[in-house]
C-alpha cells in the first residue's frame, strides 16, 4: 500500500512545527499540564489533609488521589493535542487558500488525517514523558503497571482520539468556527469523562452520557492497567466497547466530512 498522502503530511506538519514553534509551544503544553499536577498535589495535601473518601477508591480503583489525577491529566493531554491537530487541518487548509488544490489533488483522505494524527502522536508523546518525569516528585507511583494491558489500552485510546477529531473537523469546517467549537468540547469532555474524578459523583443522566464517549472508556482502562494492575484479558470488554464506539465516530466523522467538504466548496466558488 502507498503511503505517500501519509508521509507527505507527517513530514509537512513536523517542518511547520519545527520552524514555527521551536520550543515555545512544547514548553507551554507541558506546563499547562504541570499546573494541573501540581495543583492536585496541593490540594491533596492541604484541602483534603492527605486522605480520601472510601467511596473514591471504590470508584476510582484505587486511594491515589495525586497519581489519578496526573495519569488523566496525562490522557487529556494526549487528547486535546491530537484532537486539535486533526480537527484543525482541513479549516487551516481552508484559511490559507489551499482547501481547493487539496480537494483536486488525489489525495487519499484516510492518509492525509492519519499522518497528521501520527505527527501529533509523536510529539505529544514527548510532551507527556517531559511532564511525567517532573510529577514523579509530586507522588505520581504506577502502582499496578500492566505493560500490556497498558500499550493495547493507549493505542484503543488514540484511536478513539482520532475518531472523535473527525466529528470535530467536520462541524469546525461547516461553521468556520475553531475557538469556541473546540473549546466548549474540550470543556465538556473534561467535566464529564472522569479527568480528575471518577464519573460515579456525576448525576445520573451524566454518566449515561459520558459513558457513550469513548474517552471516559479510554481514561478507564489506562488508569486499570496501570494503578489497578489489570490484565488485557480481564478489560476484554473494555477493550470491546471503545472500539465499537470509535468505529461508529469514524464512519459518523467520515460521512460528515465528505457533505462539508462539498458546501466549503460552493462558498469559496460561489
Avoid at 62 to 87: A, E, H, K, P, W
Avoid at 210 to 225: A, F, H, K
Avoid at 247 to 262: D, H, N, R, T, W
Wanted: charged share 10%.
Amino acid at each position: 500500500m502507498h503511503c505517500r498522502t501519509l508521509y507527505a503530511t507527517f513530514r509537512r506538519n513536523f517542518i511547520i512545527q519545527l520552524r514555527a514553534y521551536p520550543k515555545d509551544f512544547f514548553i507551554g503544553n507541558v506546563l499547562s499540564a504541570i499546573y494541573t499536577a501540581v495543583s492536585a498535589f496541593f490540594m491533596y495535601h492541604l484541602l483534603f489533609n492527605g486522605q480520601m473518601k472510601d467511596s473514591f477508591a471504590g470508584y476510582a480503583g484505587t486511594g491515589d488521589y495525586i497519581s489519578y489525577v496526573i495519569i488523566g491529566n496525562c490522557m487529556y493531554l494526549f487528547m486535546v493535542r491530537t484532537l486539535l491537530n486533526v480537527s484543525r487541518s482541513l479549516i487551516t487548509e481552508l484559511r490559507e487558500g489551499t482547501l481547493e488544490s487539496l480537494m483536486l489533488a488525489p489525495f487519499r483522505r484516510v492518509q492525509y488525517f492519519l499522518g497528521n494524527m501520527l505527527q501529533q502522536t509523536v510529539t505529544t508523546s514527548g510532551e507527556v514523558a517531559v511532564m511525567l518525569l517532573v510529577c514523579l516528585p509530586f507522588g505520581v507511583r504506577f502502582s499496578g503497571f500492566n505493560g500490556l494491558a497498558a500499550l493495547i489500552g493507549l493505542a484503543l485510546a488514540l484511536v478513539s482520539y482520532f475518531s472523535l477529531s473527525l466529528l470535530l473537523a467536520a462541524l469546525m469546517l461547516y461553521t468556520r468556527d475553531t475557538y469556541i467549537s473546540q473549546n466548549t468540547l474540550f470543556a465538556i469532555l473534561f467535566l464529564i469523562c472522569g479527568v480528575t474524578f471518577p464519573v460515579q459523583y456525576l448525576p445520573g443522566p451524566v454518566q449515561w452520557l459520558s459513558q457513550g464517549i469513548p474517552v471516559t472508556i479510554s481514561l478507564d482502562i489506562i488508569r486499570n492497567s496501570t494503578l489497578g494492575g489489570m490484565t488485557a484479558a480481564a478489560q476484554i470488554g473494555s477493550y470491546v466497547r471503545i472500539a465499537a464506539l470509535s468505529a461508529v465516530y469514524c464512519i459518523a466523522g467520515f460521512l460528515m466530512i465528505k457533505k462539508v467538504e462539498s458546501a466549503a466548496l460552493e462558498k469559496i466558488f460561489g
